[in-house]
């Protein structure tokens, strides 16, 4: 937990506004998540939602993951990932990806990528 995160928190407690951008969700999220600020935590999932990109997705999946596993917004994530699975596992952040993650992506109906570039990626991976 990082002070900025903390601090936000804090001051949304006092103000009833909470600020949040793409630099700070993530430390607002897991402050939150910390102590037990379910609407704070509801949220930052929900920004999340609205800023996902391809670019960002993978990043917010496997932090979204950790912290809200039962949640929809990791339901979006991989949405996002599926559909644009061939940008995304360029992204240097994709060789962080457990073998898990990515069987389970790999193995989804929902992928849009065709099998060469499946392949593509599995190479580039291992």
């Known amino acids: 937990m990082t002070s900025r995160g903390l601090a936000e928190v804090i001051s949304a407690m006092y103000t009833g506004k909470l600020k949040l951008d793409e630099d700070n969700v993530r430390d607002v999220l897991v402050a939150a998540n910390f102590i037990q ?3 704070i935590v509801s949220h930052c999932c929900q920004f999340m939602r609205e800023a996902v990109t391809p670019t960002n997705c993978l990043e917010y999946l496997q932090f979204a993951e950790m912290y809200t596993p039962q949640n929809k917004l990791v ?3 991989v949405s996002c990932l599926l559909n644009n699975f061939k940008a995304v596992s360029q992204d240097p ?3 962080n990806v457990s073998k898990e993650a990515l069987c389970r992506f790999l193995s989804s109906d ?6 060469k570039e499946i392949l593509q990626v599995c190479v ?3």
């Open 37 to 39: 600020m379910t609407n």
């Open 124 to 126: 580039f991976v291992f």
């Open 110 to 115: 929902l992928i849009l990528c065709s099998e």
């Open 93 to 95: 952040a994709f060789l």
């Open 75 to 77: 339901e979006k994530l």
